[in-house]
Structures are given as structure tokens and as C-alpha cells.
């Protein structure tokens, strides 16, 4: 007997006793036709299932990519509001933001770096406390985009929070003529920094999601 009948025929064995063991199954072994068929959808799904698995394993992984994203691209859901919490740094400090960033995704992981989270926080920031404020997202903040269907932009975001922080009486103790939009500094949902060259990108690009509560920063 080949290896592949042998193979078929410990299946026929297996199946048909796990079949039998149940009186609600066992109707399916009545015949012989009724049994072939049985073990062939058997057999069926348990391929399907089988290369479902490696196939979406395998985008997961970017081993391959999905064999029609070109008919069916990706839409992302637009970013429809968040929150931000928002701060003041001043420009010679700028460069220790990156560690701050760091250790707040630390912080996530492992609460015991909560100590040195709250010291750099003390020594970086203008304010004891970040201010947060709610955003919302209507159609005037993305219609005019060359693809309104994926929302906002970072740019249109630095915008938006420079002209909260030039209006609100909570910054009005600092010298606010001079801040520019590129000075507003954005860090998307995984505490990483989203950079001025991606300005014109949208928000559900840059890991920006609705609901999300995410730290800005304004460099006076």
C-alpha cells in the first residue's frame, strides 16, 4: 500500500469512528454515498481551511501581498475626532523630546518607569499638566484633499491645534506670534513622532484613528 492510501485509510478510520461515536452524526455513514460525500467536504474544508491560514499568515507576515489590491484597495476609516493632549516645550529642548517618547512607550509596557516618566516630564514641559482638548473632523476639514475619503491631513491637524494655542487663555503667558505650524510637534498612537515630511499625509496613514488620545507638543 502506498504512503498516500495508507494515509487515506487512517483517515477513513479516524473519521468514520469520530462520526459513529454520535448518534446525530452517524446518519451521515448510512450509505456509502453519504459517507464519501461527507469525508470529501471533510477533506474540502480542511484545505480551505489550511491555505486561509498560510495565505493571511503570509500578508500578516509580508511574505506576499493581497493578490487583489489593485481591484480592491485598502480604505482606511478616515480619522473623525480625537483628543490631544496638549503641551508647551521650549526650542532648546526640542532634542530631548525623542527620550521622553521612549520611555512613555516603556511606560506602557512596564509601569515602573512612571518615576522617570514624571521627572523628564517636569524638567521638559512649560506646564505642570498637559491640556486636553476634543477635536472634530467635518467634511470642511478634508474636502478640499485630493482623496477626501481617507480624512484629514497631518498638516490641516498642525493647523488646527496652532490656532487653538494662538486663541486659548490657557497659553496666553507665552510669546505665541512667532509659532509656526511646523513647530507643532504630533505624536500619533504609538508615541512615535510624525515627521514634517509627512505633512500632506492623512491621519489614518500615520496611526492617527478616531478615538484616539494623542500628545502634541508646541515648540515657543
Excluded at 490657557?170 to 515627521?195: C, L, Y
Amino acid at each position: 500500500m502506498t504512503p498516500l492510501l495508507d494515509l487515506l485509510h487512517r483517515f477513513d478510520d479516524y473519521v468514520t469512528a469520530q462520526l459513529a461515536s454520535n448518534a446525530f452524526t452517524a446518519n451521515l455513514l448510512t450509505t456509502p454515498t453519504s459517507k464519501l460525500i461527507t469525508e470529501a467536504l471533510i477533506i474540502v474544508f480542511i484545505l480551505l481551511s489550511s491555505y486561509e491560514v498560510v495565505y493571511w499568515s503570509g500578508i500578516y507576515l509580508r511574505l506576499w501581498e493581497y493578490h487583489a489590491k489593485d481591484i480592491f484597495p485598502e480604505v482606511p476609516v478616515h480619522c473623525a475626532h480625537i483628543n490631544i493632549r496638549l503641551n508647551v516645550i521650549s526650542a532648546d529642548k526640542v532634542s530631548k523630546l525623542s527620550e521622553y517618547c521612549e520611555l512613555k512607550r516603556k511606560f506602557y509596557s512596564n509601569i515602573i518607569y512612571w518615576k522617570q516618566l514624571n521627572s523628564i516630564s517636569d524638567d521638559l514641559f512649560a506646564l505642570d499638566q498637559f491640556v486636553r482638548f476634543y477635536f472634530e473632523f467635518s467634511p470642511e476639514d478634508f474636502e478640499m484633499n485630493k482623496e477626501p475619503e481617507y480624512g484629514s491631513t497631518i498638516s490641516h491637524l498642525r493647523l488646527k491645534v496652532l490656532k487653538l494655542f494662538n486663541s486659548a487663555e490657557s497659553f496666553a503667558s507665552f510669546e505665541r506670534g512667532h509659532v509656526a505650524r511646523d513647530d507643532v510637534k504630533i505624536f500619533n498612537n504609538k508615541n512615535e513622532e510624525v515627521p514634517v515630511s509627512l505633512n500632506e499625509e492623512y491621519l489614518s496613514k500615520c496611526n492617527i484613528e478616531t478615538g484616539n488620545v494623542i500628545d502634541v507638543v508646541v515648540v515657543v
